[in-house]
């Protein structure tokens, strides 16, 4: 670390006993115009769990399980304006990346599911196989599959 370079903050332990610290994402939020067709398609594609928050929130928000292990979970809420922005539009929002073992299945699973291609599967070359997709919100997220093979 240069002397320019501030160092990171200590960690914190969360409530869980979970070390927190700037810097690491530790949920994620999904905007909808249709929040629940947009929960049906996360959980219809990955297998989500989604548990309805909308009390606590004070708003529409369903709050989402990932999985278990390394990962973060979040949640779909209503999307400010109420409208989806249009396929190939702007990106209105931070693009969630999910690792998948098996890019193709999960590309049938995601159009089975209504959703669409962004930009097809491409190769990082000697890492990975990645593409992006538009979710029935309109919402691009990423699909990333290790491959040390990927040409």
């Known amino acids: 670390m240069s002397e320019n370079t501030p160092a990171p903050p200590a960690a914190v332990d969360g409530e869980d006993g979970f070390p927190y610290s700037s810097g690491r994402p530790v949920h994620f939020e ?36 990932t999985g278990d292990g390394p990962g973060i979970d979040g949640a779909i809420l209503g999307r400010p304006g109420g ?13 969630l990346t999910i690792g998948v073992a098996d890019y193709d299945e999960m590309t049938q699973r995601i159009i ?15 890492m990975a196989w990645q593409g992006y997709f538009h979710d029935t919100e309109n919402n691009v997220f990423g699909l990333h599959q290790p491959d040390p093979e990927a040409r």
């Open 30 to 65: 999904i905007q909808a115009a249709d929040i629940p067709r947009a929960v049906r398609f996360y959980v219809s594609v990955f297998g989500w769990t989604a548990e309805d928050w909308s009390e606590y929130a004070g708003a529409p928000y369903f709050g989402v399980t």
């Open 83 to 95: 409208e989806n922005p249009e396929v190939g539009g702007p990106v209105a929002g931070v693009v």
């Open 112 to 126: 089975a599911a209504g959703g669409s291609v962004a930009l097809p599967k491409y190769a990082l070359p000697g």
